[in-house]
């Protein structure tokens, strides 16, 4: 048998999965990466999807957001080709080659609903929420729980500006996201043992926080449906999976919100979901990370080097399970 040493960091990919729980995954075609996703694109299907799909995006126009210079990366931004043929989106399956079927995600009508603890709940289209906020570029950082990260031009804007139309009552603690449910479009939805719709929650002082931005476009045109259009949650202090993808509803809450991956495995996953080097996934060590589109591996960063716009968040919570 051939035996390959590593050090300690170096698990292989397949023992730092959460999908890693129960389900195989196809890791050879994750591993072969952008050259097999060429190919796969030219398959029928593929085109079809397509067709039926993609009405002109109304909101192209407003692409690319000037950049806001306060948000800069100590590392290379990731090849969009990388970023795009390498997702985690179980709705559409739990390998990390989804993009293809991620293509029969219809964008319009796209409606949003904010209910809950507000002071008069309602519903905004995807296009009317656009007119009234403003757009810009944010460099972020990425790290999944996975012990991968990225480097993305995100666009969009702060969720402070949601909550602010929003208008939560001063009760409301939580706010609670909610992704589409569409069984006919999302084969991973036909699976019924997940606990769909995907669901994810900050709190509001979290999600008042200048760093949680709403994402609706990446690479300075409209974000691509794998990675989670039209609107997307980034919160790059925080594990990946609470960056919840193709939002339809917030719910503000006094209750704290039960997320998708802590349903499904509570003793892995939690709600505060901080990255933290210090602490370690029960199967894995979070010290290190591989960076996507390189051969480097890196220490990783307290609050993934955020820690100075967030840390004040969690003072005096050191009770709390902060780190997932
Ligand atoms: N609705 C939904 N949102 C989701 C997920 C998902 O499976 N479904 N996966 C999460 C995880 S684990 C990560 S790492 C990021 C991946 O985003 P990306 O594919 O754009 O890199 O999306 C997060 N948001
Ligand atoms: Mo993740």
């Known amino acids: ?88 989106f179980y709705e559409f399956g739990s390998s990390k080659s989804v993009a293809r079927a991620a293509q029969a995600l219809k964008l319009r009508p796209w409606t949003i609903a904010i209910d809950g603890m507000v002071e008069k709940p309602f519903e905004i289209g995807i296009d009317d929420l656009l007119k009234q906020v403003s757009l810009e570029e944010r460099l972020y950082r990425h790290r999944c729980v996975e012990a991968w990260s990225m480097a993305i031009p995100w666009t969009g804007f702060p969720m402070a500006r949601l909550v602010e139309m929003a208008k939560p009552l001063g009760s409301a603690k939580y706010v609670r996201m909610e992704t589409f449910k569409d069984p006919s479009v999302a084969p991973g939805q036909r699976q019924t043992w997940y606990p769909w719709p995907y669901v994810e929650g900050l709190t509001v002082a979290e999600a008042t926080n200048d760093l949680a931005f709403l994402v609706t476009g990446a690479y300075g045109k409209p974000v691509a449906k794998q990675m989670g259009a039209p609107l997307r949650l980034a919160v790059p202090w925080k594990y990946g999976f609470k960056s919840i993808k193709s939002i339809v509803r917030f719910t503000f809450t006094d209750k704290q919100p039960k997320s998708y991956w802590e349903a499904l495995q509570a003793s892995e996953y939690g709600f505060w979901a901080n990255v933290n080097p210090a602490v370690a996934h029960p199967r894995w060590s979070q010290a290190s990370e591989r960076v996507l589109g390189t051969d480097e591996r890196r220490p990783t960063l307290l609050f993934n080097g955020y820690a100075e716009q967030v840390a004040g968040l969690y003072a005096g919570m050191e009770k709390e399970r902060l780190w997932a």
């Open 1 to 88: 048998m051939h035996v390959i040493k590593r050090p300690a960091w170096a698990l292989p990919e397949s023992a730092a999965t959460p999908e890693a729980l129960a389900f195989g995954i196809d890791r050879r075609r994750l591993l072969a990466g952008t050259g097999a996703i060429a190919a796969t694109a030219l398959l029928p299907g593929a085109a079809a999807a397509q067709r039926i799909a993609d009405a002109p995006d109304p909101t192209a126009s407003l692409y690319p957001a000037g950049r806001n210079p306060a948000f800069t990366l100590d590392r290379p931004v990731t090849d969009e080709q990388v970023n795009l043929n390498y997702n985690n």
